[in-house]
């Protein structure tokens, strides 16, 4: 349905002329907060956008956002959909596209994520140098459109090493500490069983959570830039003795959201 991208697009455009954003971002449960600080923002709600459908999930606003972001051209995504929700790749495929034609170069996208790792704790950020698909799904099954990306393409450098590289001088500069993983992403909408968790280790993961890779895989078939950090909200399944919560999730991810937005803005600032 790249159709719907363009048609986005087009309406996109319409509310904010002459504006091209460089930067897409994605925020996560509870990581809304960035998109406040937008600089001559324009705010448009999903509902009113060819092609987006409103997220269900509390803690994800909804809306979309144009605006600068430290000087540079941004447009940000408060939300997004999870396959969970039942919806389809073609949503995938038009929110990432759409960002791709409105001129986006760099995707930053943000999660809360589990942590499989006891000593990074809620309330840490975790980039994302890789990750492990395990949703047993894919946002590109179906025809491809070339005008996106070809049929098949290599995922060695999902992540940019560049801007990993900035992300970790920044974050070293700004005081923050940055752990460094493999996300892997689960269906949910359940959080995992303790026996999943130790074969998700056995897998190499080290932080789990239920998005980010659909729209990881777009955005490398046409061509963006990707970085991502998950905003750590708590310890995997069976690894402390608190039963997990959505609450939970979008309580911590608040007081991870706070370091989280130093860092983008301290990203952001070398990118300018
Ligand atoms: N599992 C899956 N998704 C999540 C988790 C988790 O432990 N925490 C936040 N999102």
């Given at each position: 349905m790249t159709e719907a991208a363009f048609s986005a697009k087009t309406f996109i455009q319409q509310q904010k002329p002459n504006f091209t954003p460089k930067l897409g971002l994605i925020l996560g449960s509870g990581l809304s907060?960035?998109?406040?600080?937008?600089?001559?923002?324009?705010?448009?709600?999903?509902?009113?956008?060819?092609?987006?459908?409103?997220?269900?999930?509390?803690?994800?606003?909804?809306?979309?956002?144009?605006?600068?972001?430290?000087?540079?051209?941004?447009?940000?995504?408060?939300?997004?959909?999870?396959?969970?929700?039942g919806f389809k790749n073609e949503i995938v495929k038009t929110y990432i596209r759409t960002l791709k034609l409105l001129g986006i170069e760099i995707l930053f996208l943000t999660n809360a994520a589990g942590s499989l790792h006891q000593d990074v704790?809620?309330?840490?950020?975790?980039?994302?140098?890789?990750?492990?698909?395990?949703?047993?799904?894919?946002?590109?099954?179906?025809?491809?459109?070339?005008a996106f990306g070809p049929r098949f393409f290599g995922m060695e450098e999902a992540y940019d090493l560049e801007l990993r590289e900035l992300l970790v001088s920044v974050a070293k500069d700004l005081e923050i500490h940055l752990a460094q993983g493999v996300y892997i992403s689960a269906l949910g909408p359940m959080f995992e069983t303790p026996a999943e968790i130790r074969a998700f280790r056995l897998l190499g993961a080290d932080a789990v959570g239920m998005s980010t890779v659909p729209e990881v895989i777009v955005a490398r078939h046409c061509g963006l830039r990707v970085a991502a950090i998950s905003a750590i909200t708590n310890l995997a399944a069976g690894m402390n003795t608190d039963a997990l919560t959505h609450e939970d999730t979008l309580h911590n991810g608040q007081k991870a959201a706070k370091i989280l937005q130093k860092l983008i803005f301290g990203f952001v600032r070398e990118l300018s």
């Open positions: 907060d960035v998109a406040n600080s937008l600089e001559d923002a324009t705010t448009i709600p999903y509902a009113d956008i060819p092609g987006f459908i409103q997220t269900t999930i509390s803690g994800h606003a909804g809306v979309l956002s144009l605006g600068y972001l430290n000087g540079v051209p941004t447009v940000c995504l408060q939300g997004r959909i999870h396959y969970y929700e704790p809620a309330g840490s950020l975790m980039m994302i140098t890789d990750h492990i698909n395990f949703q047993g799904h894919n946002p590109l099954i179906g025809l491809n459109d070339e």
